[in-house]
């Protein structure tokens, strides 16, 4: 192609290896930069002379593209109002960013279901949820419907994730088929034969909120908010005892269950650091991450605590070995110095009022306590639910019967064969072992790690599907695996209309709007 050619397919963000250009450039060995704007659908400014023209004006960087330096190409539609147009379009984003650090601050951190366990909402929490999150995404499901284009890039989206969406599918199919056992829990109508799939739209509909790119560059800054506010309401109920937990003697913070509260801890840990390098902000994480979890003095959090570093550390000193003794040095003394600084925290941290009673969990943490006693019962209840698995293997005891006992069984795989026997249990396994390859396949080291800590939870927990961390991080961390690793299915697809936007050329497509996985295969991750 020509000099012409090649300026007005950079000028506009056209790849030279794309399907106009080629097509164009097939035509004629080469086409003028005339032919190849109204093949673009694209205007061709004369302010451009042809190449090797002494009229050429010369050439200064506007730190965006290189511009012509003649006050006759500042014309509308000319590259230098592309910097202001850029501006207008990041003034424009503000509204969506200020609503999504909202949602997060609200739904991530479990604030909502403390004011619901406080009666300070109108409508339950599960239900705001849900419309928040619809809220949330409505732009990216009107932009699908409206758009051609947006609704392939949609489509493509989720079918690139269709390996964790049907065993979600088979999860829902085995909740209304354990709605026909007679020993089903009905007693509330089909309140517990819907949470399946309640969960699994949940699921699918955060997988759109990183779906643009905007939110995507801000999406640590809304995990991290939730964090943040997450972790100081955990330290504020060590301050404060039970001003939010349900249990005297253990913080919890907006959770109010500390076992949960542990959970969340970790999981918004995960999303948030980095696996491959230290950096501050990842060791202020885990150090405020290891306090808040200790604060819960909840056993499993601590051992999905213990899993996640042993994650980090082999992670961080592996890629610095590539690098060099110095990076190995430096980043063995920023470990040392996290964990001195994280033990006088924790000296200061389990000398508060909360845990000075008797009975008080910090004797497990100090060696004077076992840490399954001879008064546990959690023991006992996991083999009597296990030998009623083993009376009725195949159906299990309807959906929702786990929920009708006493006491459950804190263990969600025997949960699920309670509930709906061997199609029960088959789907979530497959479920954790899908989103586990698939992460894998993709390189995502914060989703691989967020589902060792989930398969780990479900030894601690029977309600695991239900909690907030697990169904938005999956979407979340799904989403962000993908854009971020270059999926194929993602390319960039162009339209053949072109539609003209206020003081800059008619082009087929804004590249912005599109995948990350073009610019992205230059990532050394991405191979």
């Not at 506007?62 to 147009?85: C, F, H, I, K, W």
Request: overall charge positive.
């Amino acid at each position: 192609c020509s000099w012409e050619t090649k300026r007005l397919a950079f000028r506009h963000e056209i790849p030279l290896g794309s399907r106009v250009v080629s097509t164009t450039c097939s035509r004629s060995p080469r086409p003028s930069a005339t032919t190849f704007a109204r093949a673009c659908g694209v205007a061709w400014s004369s302010s451009f002379p042809s190449h090797g023209s002494p009229s050429r004006p010369r050439q200064r960087s506007s730190g965006y593209l290189t511009v012509p330096n003649d006050e006759a190409s500042r014309t509308p539609g000319t590259a230098l109002s592309r910097p202001v147009a850029m501006n207008v379009r990041r003034l424009t984003q503000v509204p969506s960013i200020v609503l999504m650090t909202a949602f997060f601050a609200f739904f991530a951190s479990c604030y909502d279901q403390f004011l619901d366990a406080k009666g300070r909402l109108p409508f339950l929490s599960v239900y705001l949820f849900l419309w928040g999150l619809a809220t949330m995404t409505v732009v990216t499901i009107v932009r699908a419907t409206a758009s051609e284009h947006e609704r392939a890039r949609v489509i493509a989206f989720y079918r690139a994730n269709v390996a964790v969406l049907a065993p979600l599918a088979a999860w829902v199919f085995s909740s209304f088929l354990g709605a026909f056992v007679t020993t089903a829990n009905l007693d509330e109508g089909p309140r517990y034969v819907l949470y399946p799939a309640y969960n699994a739209t949940l699921i699918i509909l955060s997988m759109l909120l990183p779906f643009q790119e905007h939110h995507r560059k801000w999406m640590r800054w809304y995990l991290g908010v939730a964090f943040v506010l997450a972790a100081g309401s955990v330290f504020v109920d060590v301050i404060r005892p039970a001003t939010f937990s349900f249990l005297p003697d253990r913080a919890a913070g907006f959770a109010r269950n500390p076992n949960g509260a542990g959970f969340l801890l970790v999981t918004l840990c995960c999303a948030l650091i980095v696996f491959d390098r230290v950096r501050v902000t990842d060791l202020a994480v885990l150090a405020v991450t290891v306090l808040g979890v200790i604060a819960t003095l909840s056993r499993g959090g601590m051992i999905l605590l213990a899993f996640v570093i042993c994650c980090y550390v082999p992670c961080v000193v592996r890629d610095a070995m590539r690098r060099g003794p110095r990076v190995i040095i430096m980043r063995l003394v920023a470990l040392v110095v996290l964990v001195a600084g994280t033990y006088g925290a924790i000296t200061q941290l389990i000398g508060q009022r909360m845990f000075s009673g008797r009975g008080s969990r910090v004797d497990m943490l100090l060696g004077k306590e076992r840490v399954v006693g001879p008064r546990e019962n959690r023991v006992e209840i996991v083999k009597e639910s296990w030998e009623m698995v083993l009376d009725s293997p195949w159906l299990g005891y309807g959906s929702g019967y786990t929920m009708g006992m006493k006491e459950g069984p804190h263990n969600m795989y025997v949960s699920r064969w309670l509930d709906n026997g061997i199609p029960g249990i088959a789907s979530y396994l497959w479920l954790l072992t899908a989103a586990g390859l698939l992460f894998w396949r993709r390189r995502y080291l914060p989703g691989l790690v967020f589902m060792g800590v989930v398969v780990l939870e479900g030894f601690f927990s029977h309600n695991l599907l239900d909690e907030r961390a697990f169904v938005l991080l999956l979407g979340v961390l799904l989403s962000l695996s993908m854009f971020k690793t270059g999926e194929p299915a993602m390319a960039v697809q162009r339209s053949r209309r072109s539609s003209p936007t206020l003081g800059l050329p008619a082009r087929p497509t804004d590249l912005r709007d599109a995948a990350v996985g073009l610019h992205s295969l230059g990532s050394p991750r991405s191979r």
